[in-house]
């Protein structure tokens, strides 16, 4: 589906059913120099029981031309009006890592009815070395975010679907973002310094999902950030690393269930 915003063209999957603007909406979006289809498995769910779902590949990433949201408050902007251009009169937010700071933004919005926070923090502190090799377009940047960002188990194998290759496919998935992308998404997210502000101003009922094994945006950056949100609920996948739709969609599904379908 393409969703004009702005005069810019933004390609968002419904996850294999048609549009219906009139049901419940949920707007799903992805991390750093990832896609929408890190969300496939659960946005798959969601559009075949009663909602109209939108999984956004962001400015510049996956189908959507460029350029990329220079900040996280401008992308936070850019999705604000998606919303509304969809047809949607208020949706549910769930963003991971940098979409998760892009859902952060807005949280006291007057489209957005639920907020789930997943692999988040009030900050995300880019590693230097990540940060340079990103910049400078080096493999070794996708590699980083590879070994980092899934837990252990998930280096061993053990997904629920026979064949899948977890590591790997994450691998290729950063390996195909465009020149310049990941660099410029981890700029964004290392200099956002509205966390704070932003989580005191949340007004809508919100969750965080947090991986027990994330190295990426530990356990107890995610508890801060939950408890910055007043009446936050906070959920531990126990294994889990920061890629935990990937890693264990089927946990990380019923939690999202149990607060949407509440």
Known sequence: MIIEVDGRLIDASTAGRPFEPSLPGIV??????FDRTVWQMQARYFSHHGFAVLVVDLPGHGRSPGPVGETIQHSAETVENLIGAAGLK????????????????????????????????????????????????DQKAFDLITAWGFGKPAHLGGHPGAGVWMTGGGLKLLERSPPGVLGQDLVACNEYDGGPDAAAAV?????????????????KASKELAD???????????????????????????ILRSFIEA
């Open 28 to 33: 799903f979006l992805h991390g750093s120099g």
């Open 203 to 219: 007004s809508v009922p919100t969750l965080v999902i947090a991986g027990s094994k994330d190295r990426m945006t530990p356990l």
């Open 228 to 254: 910055s949100i007043r009446d936050a609920r906070f959920e531990v996948i126990d294994g889990a690393g920061h890629m935990m739709m990937l890693e264990a969609p089927n946990e990380t599904l019923a």
């Open 90 to 137: 208020r949706a549910t937010v769930i963003g991971h890592s940098m979409g998760s700071l892009i859902g952060l933004e807005l949280g006291n919005s007057n489209v957005v009815d639920r907020l789930v926070l997943t692999g988040a923090a009030l900050r995300l502190p880019v590693h230097p070395e990540l940060l340079e090799a990103a910049q400078a377009e």
